[in-house]
């Protein structure tokens, strides 16, 4: 199916998941959902009680700004050794990298906002961080969906990526769920 075979409603939502793609979509929005949901497992397995939730909200939150500080680093490094981009300046490579990089960031941002109501009492703090997990395994569900999804293929290819893609969200929840029993 090629763009002239779309609908306009079609066109609106390839728009729509290229404007998130080239957020959450890339490599480091990825990696990012991954490691903020592993790190999230991994604060809350000895933490039961409510003021724990506030403890893992500012340890995911300290460690996924710890992991986006070393990608943005080592993008910026490959970036400014290339051959091909000698001439350039460090900030350059730093203005290249952080943008290659933002995914990671921005990725923790809706896994958050449970942990932040588990924080301010609203919620428990074991239903804030299994709903942060949940969000990350539907988040990279949806990814591996869309991608699919964009590029014309059957829905049961994208229900494929979808599975797959989630998985390694789910993967994490098991070993969460492992640890803590």
Request: aromatic residues 10%.
């Given at each position: 199916m090629g763009a002239i075979d779309r609908t306009p409603a079609e066109d609106a939502g390839v728009r729509i998941h290229r404007r998130l793609w080239r957020h959450w979509g890339t490599p480091a929005g990825i990696y990012g959902t991954i490691v903020y949901a592993s790190v999230i497992a991994a604060s809350s397995v000895s933490n039961d009680d409510a003021g724990s939730a506030v403890e893992?909200?500012?340890?995911?939150?300290?460690?996924?700004?710890?992991?986006?500080l070393a990608h943005v680093y080592a993008d910026a490094l490959g970036f400014h050794g290339d051959a091909d981009r000698l001439g350039d300046r460090m900030r350059d490579s730093l203005r290249y990298a952080v943008g290659e990089s933002s995914g990671m960031l921005e990725a923790a941002a809706i896994p958050s906002v449970p942990l932040l109501l588990g924080s301010l009492g609203i919620v428990p703090s074991e239903v804030g961080v299994g709903l942060a997990l949940w969000l990350?395994?539907?988040m990279l569900a949806l990814l591996g969906f869309l991608v699919f999804l964009v590029r014309g293929r059957s829905l049961w290819v994208c229900l494929t990526g979808a599975v797959v893609?989630?998985?390694f969200g789910v993967v994490v929840?098991?070993?969460?769920?492992?640890?803590?029993?």
């Open positions: 893992i909200l500012v340890f995911s939150l300290v460690s996924i700004v710890v992991f986006w990350c395994v539907l893609t989630g998985l929840i098991i070993l969460k769920t492992t640890l803590s029993h």
